[in-house]
């Protein structure tokens, strides 16, 4: 296929339909392979540090005041995304932390 012959219309469907085959092929094979693909993709969590643990643990039973919303207004960005992690790793997701979380970033 020449210059002249890709800039007719006949050659530009040629070159739309060789790209659709194309990525058509590339879906069937990363679908046909989900395995591989997934075990680099899944999401990794991290331990809950022991110093925020208490702190964790009345926001989960409701005993949670205005000294806890300053310490957990107090906590550095990886303290946080800890306290995402121990979340979502838990089966039991337990719904007063992230409500102390927004609590805390509204002060």
Avoid: H
Avoid at 35 to 57: D, H, N, R, T
Avoid at 61 to 85: I, M, N, P, V
Wanted: charge should be negative; charged fraction near 30%; avoid cysteine.
């Amino acid at each position: 296929m020449n210059k002249q012959e890709i800039r007719t219309l006949r050659g530009q469907l040629i070159l739309m339909g060789i790209l659709f085959v194309g990525s058509l092929a590339l879906a069937v094979f990363m679908a046909a392979n989900r395995g591989f693909f997934e075990k680099y993709i899944e999401e990794k969590y991290g331990a809950m540090p022991a110093s925020v643990q208490p702190l964790v643990e009345r926001a989960e039973t409701g005993r949670f005041d205005e000294s806890d919303k300053e310490k957990f207004a107090s906590l550095s960005d990886s303290e946080r995304l800890a306290l995402y992690d121990d979340w979502m790793s838990r089966e039991d997701s337990p719904s007063g932390t992230p409500r102390a979380l927004i609590e805390a970033a509204a002060s």
